[in-house]
């Protein structure tokens, strides 16, 4: 069956670096669209960096650029985000989506428009 699976969350310093994984399996991950989102208590969930199927464009939210990155290992049917110099508000649940509706490969990193989803993994930046 259709599958994702985040790993990779935890407690880190201020400043520190984590990398999570998002494991696709029951379909190949190359072929549709992949975003990360997170979402922190008493807000709303959003976009954190996604690729475009259509086109493999890249999309990182404002407030995560030059510190994060987002990246694929075909052979392994994976998806990563490496986050580096976090924030302590850069805590929050962090989720991998996918979407296999046509039409997905064109859509923005906007959540709304992802219907399948990982379980999420908890980032938590605090000295």
């Known amino acids: 069956q259709v599958q994702l699976v985040e790993s990779g969350g935890g407690l880190v310093e201020p400043g520190g670096s984590l990398r999570l994984s998002c494991a696709a399996s029951?379909?190949?991950?190359?072929?549709?669209?992949i975003g990360w989102f997170r979402q922190a208590p008493g807000k709303e969930r959003e976009g954190v960096s996604c690729?475009?199927?259509?086109?493999?464009?890249?999309y990182y939210a404002d407030s995560v650029k030059g510190r994060f990155t987002i990246s694929r290992d075909n052979a392994k049917n994976t998806v990563y985000l490496q986050m580096n110099s976090l924030k302590p508000e850069d805590t929050a649940v962090y989720y991998c989506?996918?979407?296999?509706?046509?039409?997905?490969?064109?859509?923005?990193?906007?959540?709304?428009?992802?219907?399948?989803w990982g379980q999420g993994t908890q980032v938590t930046v605090s000295s």
């Open positions: 989506a996918t979407d296999h509706d046509y039409g997905s490969g064109y859509a923005p990193c906007v959540s709304d428009l992802f219907g399948i």
């Open positions: 029951g379909f190949t991950l190359d072929y549709y669209p």
């Open positions: 690729i475009r199927s259509s086109d493999g464009s890249i």
